[in-house]
């Protein structure tokens, strides 16, 4: 009988402590995520893209970013605009002549960079619906550019809008495939 009762109590033993380290394991788990929950940083919001960040996003507008940032226009573009930008690809900066954009880019330039840029660059977010043909917009630099529609294609003074309507948090841009010069 004393065999039974220590094999019982034995039992009672080891079931007690299974319940005991099972529970305390539990507590364990439950202690250790808590605070893992709670100490999930909160992502604050981004911040507003504008047409530069647009631009600066774009793997095919490297040198227009590089441009912009010569002529000291990034500021200014940034601004309150709102803005229409028409981006020249790195692609159309390529197609002019050999040594054109390296001679832009250099210091002593940058009064003939700015008002290539600013030719590219009108007052307001003029969407591509509000485009029609024939229109005449006038840029930043003073001249104005012209609005051709043929067939349900975009021009901007010959050069085709390639993609339209990127939206910046003060404007607008239309992507084209060809570099703006303006007459004066």
């Known amino acids: ?19 005991v380290a099972c529970n305390s394991a539990e507590t ?32 095919d507008h490297t040198t227009l970013v590089a441009a912009v940032t010569a002529a000291g226009l990034v500021e200014t573009l940034k601004g309150a605009g709102p803005f229409t930008v028409f981006a020249p690809t790195n692609a159309a900066f390529a197609a002019l002549p050999a040594g054109t954009v390296d001679g832009l880019l250099k210091p002593e330039s940058k009064d003939a960079l700015t008002k290539i840029l600013t030719y590219h660059v009108v007052a307001g977010a003029v969407k591509a619906a509000d485009l029609k043909d024939g229109q005449k917009v006038k840029t930043l630099q003073g001249e104005e550019l012209t609005v051709s529609i043929k067939d349900g294609k975009v021009m901007i003074n010959g050069a085709n809008v390639t993609a339209a309507d990127l939206t910046g948090s003060n404007g607008v841009v239309h992507v084209i495939d060809a570099v703006l010069m303006p007459k004066k």
């Open 1 to 19: 009988m004393q065999k039974n009762i220590l094999t019982t109590f034995a039992a009672v033993a080891i079931i007690a402590t299974t319940f």
């Open 28 to 59: 364990k788990k439950e202690e250790t995520t808590a605070p893992v929950v709670t100490e999930v940083p909160v992502t604050p919001p981004a911040a507003p893209t504008d047409i530069v960040d647009v631009a600066i996003g774009s793997p």
